[in-house]
């Protein structure tokens, strides 16, 4: 998987945190969160059972992965974030909502992927709404990349999902593109997925929606 140097999942930008942010991550990141270690994880003891575990990409504030994690308490989710307000925000939802079955690495996902979660481990991958980055001068930077998705896709068990979700129409075609070329996966639909009931709507989607604005998802199957 050399190809994939030079890829990052993200570009660090300087969030401002609050206090209640900052007593999360002292308070609760011990207990939930993951060292970046370039070493391969054993997901099954950093979670404490055997149960199927989601890869969730860039969470942003958390509010989607802890929905999702709190209804679907048989899964385990393991969030990757590098943005420390994020990263706060999640924890203190996980604290509010006594979930268990979350942890967070607060790590480059192209790196977490590569060294710590062993091929075919997981039982699918969630990358929601990631940066657009809509400057055509710009798109380069995007995260589905071909080279992404093919390490990406090889983390997957055969039979798993990989869902993405994006509201930019543009970024869209260049996911169904990327997705429909990578070999290991195939669409579950003939193009765009509808809305999974398990993937919870965001009160900025929800915002956006009600002005006209669409919101894209794609759910490929790994084969």
Known sequence: MGETRGIRSFVLRQGRMTEGQ???QADLLPRFGIDYSPGTLDLDAAFGRKAPKILEIGFGMGETTAAIA????????????VHAPGVGALLKRIDAGGITNIRIIRHDAVAVLENMIPPGSLAGAHVFF?????????NKRRL??????????SRIAPGGHLHLA???????????????AEPLIGNTAQSYADRPQ????????????KLGHGVWDLVFRRR
């Open 70 to 81: 709190a209804v679907q308490p048989e899964n385990d989710y393991l969030g990757v974030e």
């Open 22 to 24: 900052k007593r999360a």
């Open 130 to 138: 990631p940066d657009p980055w809509p400057k055509k001068k710009h």
């Open 144 to 153: 589905v990349q071909p080279p992404f998705i093919a390490l990406l896709a």
């Open 198 to 209: 398990s993937r919870p709507l965001t009160k900025f989607e929800n915002r956006g929606l």
């Open 166 to 180: 994006t509201d930019w129409e543009q970024y869209a075609e260049q996911m169904l593109a990327v997705l429909s």
